[in-house]
């Protein structure tokens, strides 16, 4: 419930601005993570048949600092999905039914007309993605490196083809998600900063999950050709 009177101590991250703050925040921290995990994962392109790569993922799974950072890093996909349910469930019911002249496409982007759906695509990716690699190594502790798994994953074409359809749904995500926390963050004072904002926001949407999805696609052409 959208408690809008008590903005007093902490209460105003339950109304509907500090709802869209605590998105704006942990979705910056999240693509900040993004950039660390494609600065390692590129490592799976070197050619050293995973050496580099499996230093990075040993050192990532025993380091105490990383432990710290992977705690605040689930807490941050929660709180971002949590409150994007929470949006989700609320336009649901607020949403203006029958007979109306409101056009969405007159004033909006197809990347914001396609959060929910660019939204949930991400989600089952991540689930996906989390059980393969994270518990899979993590908690049921298995016989293969963490290159050899990544490698097996890919040469498979579905599982390939999922990864680069859900790259396309993340650059789709952040094409508006990106911009949009800056906004309601109230850091575009002016339009010169809107301007950089949107154009760091659309290199930053296409170069990111670009860089992941060619990761499936190299190991796929491995195996083709
Ligand atoms: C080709 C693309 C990707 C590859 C090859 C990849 C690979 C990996 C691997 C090997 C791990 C396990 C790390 C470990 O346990 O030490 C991992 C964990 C994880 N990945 Fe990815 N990943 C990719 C894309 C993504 C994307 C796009 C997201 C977010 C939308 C993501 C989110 C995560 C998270 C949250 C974890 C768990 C956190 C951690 O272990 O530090 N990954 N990934």
């Not at 921290?29 to 660390?36: C, E, H, I, P, Q």
């Not at 999905?81 to 019911?93: A, H």
């Not at 290159?147 to 599982?159: D, G, H, T, V, W």
């Amino acid at each position: 419930m959208d408690t809008t009177a008590n903005t007093a101590g902490l209460g105003w991250l339950h109304t509907s601005v500090g709802r869209k703050v605590v998105m704006a925040v942990t979705g910056i921290f999240l693509m900040s993570f993004l950039v660390v995990h494609l600065a390692g994962n590129l490592l799976l392109l070197r050619g050293d048949g995973g050496a580099a790569f499996n230093a990075y993922a040993d050192f990532m799974s025993t380091n105490p600092l990383i432990r710290v950072l992977e705690v605040l890093l689930f807490v941050g996909f929660v709180v971002h999905i949590y409150q994007g349910l929470y949006f989700i469930s609320k336009e649901r019911r607020f949403r203006p039914k029958g007979y109306t002249l409101h056009r969405p496409q007159d004033n909006t982007t197809i990347f914001s007309r396609t959060m929910r759906i660019s939204a949930i695509v991400i989600l089952v990716f991540l689930l996906v993605h989390l059980r393969h690699f994270f518990v899979e190594h993590r908690i049921l502790g298995a016989s293969l490196t963490m290159y050899e798994s990544c490698k097996l994953a890919f040469e498979n074409p579905f599982y390939s083809a999922f990864y680069v359809l859900s790259m396309i749904l993340l650059a789709f995500h952040l094409a508006h998600g990106f911009h949009s926390s800056f906004q309601t963050l109230g850091l575009i004072v002016n339009r010169r900063i809107d301007r950089v904002v949107r154009w760091a926001g659309t290199a930053f949407a296409f170069l990111v999950p670009l860089g992941f999805a060619v990761i499936p696609l190299y190991f796929l052409f491995q195996t083709l050709y």
